[in-house]
């Protein structure tokens, strides 16, 4: 695959409560389903790796932007995202956003042609949902929108 070249902090380090335990509970989770042990390593790696094929999707996108751009930009890019997202699922396909790309930036500028002053924000795995695919049915879970949002005014 390449050595390790984050393109950008993905989280902070370390990561605190409740995000840390939210985001192992979606890791372990998604190794149960694929009857992965949480000792196995070689195991936990080939289920990590099903990312770089775009779990077998026969499109793959990637997102990138000026490397100048600031805050405003990426969330413009997040929503053009999920308007992608929106579409293909309108038209009866899934996606399913990528973000394992992103730590081997160095390789996907020289492989794709990337240029420097672009930042890749993310890969899209595009197509028609595999039902029998572990990874699909894996269910995450949410807090209620009351724990973590403030609701003002009538």
Not at 2 to 16: F, T, V
Not at 27 to 36: A, E, I, K
Request: charged fraction near 25%; aromatic fraction near 10%; hydrophobic fraction near 40%.
């Amino acid at each position: 695959m390449g050595a390790r070249s984050d393109e950008y902090a993905y989280m902070p380090s370390p990561l605190k409560e409740p995000y840390l335990s939210r985001r192992r509970r979606v890791g372990f989770d998604l190794y149960r389903l694929h009857q992965v042990a949480r000792e196995d390593v070689a195991g936990r790696k080939r289920v990590m790796l099903r990312n770089f094929e775009f779990f077998d999707a026969p499109v793959g996108l990637f997102f990138t932007m000026d490397r100048d751009l600031l805050l405003g930009s990426w969330l413009d890019c997040g929503m053009f995202m999920q308007n992608v997202m929106i579409l293909a699922r309108a038209h009866g396909l899934e996606t399913c956003p990528q973000q394992a790309w992103c730590e081997y930036g160095a390789l996907l500028h020289s492989e794709l042609s990337i240029p420097d002053d672009e930042i890749i924000l993310s890969g899209m795995a595009l197509g028609i949902a595999d039902e029998h695919a572990p990874e699909n049915s894996l269910t995450t879970e949410r807090q209620a929108p009351q724990e973590f949002t403030t609701f003002r005014g009538t």
